[in-house]
């Protein structure tokens, strides 16, 4: 690489932990310089519910590692930084789009197509994987490849919690063994697979999972889908779950 090609990694940092450090660490040395897209206090409130550091602190910091050449505030107004790396592309010689997760189907990946026009290899599993997330530290919130969840409360036979699933983006197809839930729409459009059954569930609409049904949950739509989730059964863990089909090709 020659001294002006770019490196471009992009992230909250809301806040900053041991693994954003890893990763810009070793994102550095893929290029001659690197250059972080820092997701928006308006990204961030639409993906998570709140900004915990406004934008101008999370640049500063980010721009105080020795190892950042540029953070920019990222322009996209669709949970993406598609817009904000073709801007980048323009201005600067953009070599390797870089990830932190280990996602490896590019169809899956929104940047893919701008980096495909500006010539941008894209790395992935940078820094290790994930550590842990920024929401995880501050609220609870769980991060998953295709939003996160947030438990509220669990007692005896019951729990309860929110997901936030992303614009494009699906869960896996599975059963539970131990529990049965319903699902209530608190925001945005869900598709619904049960068994031989798929539904489209609208805002303030809810619809029963059974005991060891196939399902699934999507949002097709390009807006954040919240759904509610109560889980009722002997045994209600995050282990009770039997996948059949997964984007991620998790067990």
């Known amino acids: 690489m020659s001294e002006n090609d770019c490196v471009v990694i992009s992230g909250g940092f809301d806040p900053i932990h041991i693994g954003h450090l890893r990763m810009i660490q070793e994102a550095a040395k893929l290029g001659s310089k ?7 206090d308006r990204f961030l409130i639409d993906k998570k519910g709140y900004a915990f550091m406004p934008i101008n602190e999370r640049i ?5 590692f020795s190892e950042v050449y540029r953070a920019v505030e990222c322009i996209d107004d669709d949970m993406t930084v598609c ?3 073709e801007q980048l592309a323009e201005e600067e010689s953009i070599k390797v789009f870089a990830n932190g997760g280990d996602r490896k189907n590019e169809s899956d990946i929104p940047e893919a197509k701008a980096c495909k026009k500006y010539n941008i ?5 940078v820094g290790g ?3 842990q997330s920024s929401s995880s530290l501050v609220s609870g919130e769980v991060d998953k490849p295709w939003g996160s969840y947030k438990t509220f409360e669990k007692g005896e036979g019951y729990l309860l919690k929110r997901m936030t699933v992303l614009p494009d ?32 569930v609208e805002q303030y609409e809810s619809f029963y999972i059974p005991l ?12 954040i889908l919240k759904v509610v989730e109560v889980q009722i059964g002997e045994i209600l863990s995050e282990e009770d779950i039997v996948r059949y089909e997964d984007r991620y090709e998790r067990d």
Request: proline fraction near 0%; include cysteine; hydrophobic fraction near 35%.
């Open 60 to 64: 500063e910091i980010i721009q105080g």
């Open 83 to 85: 817009k904000t790396l």
């Open 212 to 223: 060891g049904s196939k399902h699934r949950l999507s949002n097709l739509s390009n807006n």
């Open 34 to 40: 690197l250059i972080v897209i820092v997701n928006s």
């Open 169 to 200: 983006e699906i869960l896996s197809l599975q059963s539970h063994k131990h529990r049965a839930e319903y699902w209530f729409v608190a925001e945005g459009t869900a598709t619904i697979e049960c068994d031989s059954e798929t539904k489209t």
């Open 121 to 125: 290899e894209m790395i992935f599993n």
């Open 129 to 131: 994987g994930k550590i």
